[in-house]
């Protein structure tokens, strides 16, 4: 299957090649934002220009071995967790997740972007890493143009991101939460998610959250944890059903002055 051939293909245009083989030269070959995780590749010094930036590279495996096997490739923002014969060196790896976790310092400026997703290991090799968390090295710097994208699933919470001590934090671009399509995200309501753990740091400003869902962001600076709230207008639902059971009561019962209290409370929040 040629490159070109490749473009053509659902799978190419869906941004899901996950678990591909391929054994042809890819020099030059735009992989940019897809889904290579579990993917295999034959080939030998054949990266030069190769575009994979901001790919999902988790658990690839790269073939034969070699100190070069990915020489003059992009690997901006990839995620490359678990990744197997993967040398990084001599490419462009600007906020590039290498494979045990580590981010070589995290640059979140001129428009520069990551996405995390969550990485729980790979049971198809021996031993299994398991989870690998991220670890932030040497700094973190957002501005306002910058954004590190979280996308959440209904599993445990894997991707942790942490920072080497006494390194500068600087925030200020925008965290944007959402779900892994797929996930009911009903039945999310009420759980608590730790995205990071600041030990270690002080850090300095604050994200602009955006997301379609509500959360309670109380912690995300002191404990690094948020967790998924109802919508209000879900919120404005229950009051009336709440109201209406209510006047149901006061026809058997005299009102007291604490259920006209409470009453009163609950129709306030909408």
């Not at 590749?41 to 790919?55: K, L, M, V």
């Not at 034969?64 to 096997?69: H, R």
């Not at 973190?140 to 920072?163: N, R, Y």
Request: proline share 6%; with cysteine; charged share 15%.
């Amino acid at each position: 299957l040629s490159v070109t051939q490749l473009y053509s293909t659902a799978s190419y245009q869906n941004r899901d090649l996950s678990g591909i083989t391929l054994g042809t030269s890819i020099s030059g070959a735009n992989f940019a934002e897809q889904n290579l995780s579990n993917a295999a590749f034959y080939i030998f010094n054949s990266f030069y220009g190769t575009d994979f930036s901001h790919a999902n590279l988790t658990n690839v495996r790269v073939i034969p071995f070699g100190a070069n096997n990915l020489s003059g490739a992009n690997l901006t923002a990839a995620d490359a967790r678990g990744a197997q014969s993967f040398y990084p060196a001599g490419n462009t790896t600007t906020n590039l997740i290498l494979p045990d976790g580590h981010v070589a310092g995290l640059d979140l400026t001129a428009g520069q972007s990551l996405l995390v997703g969550n990485y729980h290991g790979n049971p198809k090799v021996s031993p299994d890493p398991g989870p690998i968390p991220i670890r932030i090295d040497q700094a973190m710097a957002m501005d306002s143009t910058g954004a590190l994208s979280l996308m959440l699933d209904g599993d445990e919470w894997d991707s942790l991101i942490s920072f080497a001590p006494g390194i500068p934090v600087s925030l200020g671009g925008t965290l944007e939460l959402a779900f892994a399509a797929g996930v009911d995200v009903d039945a999310e309501i009420g759980r608590t998610f730790q995205l990071f753990d600041w030990t270690g740091v002080t850090p300095a400003g604050s994200f602009s959250v955006a997301s379609p869902h509500a959360w309670d962001l109380s912690r995300l600076y002191t404990s690094g944890e948020v967790t998924l709230i109802p919508e209000p207008a879900a919120i404005c639902l229950i009051v009336p059903f709440a109201l209406l059971t209510a006047r149901r009561t006061k026809r058997r019962q005299r009102p007291s002055a604490r259920s006209k209290k409470y009453g009163q409370g609950v129709g306030n929040l909408c």
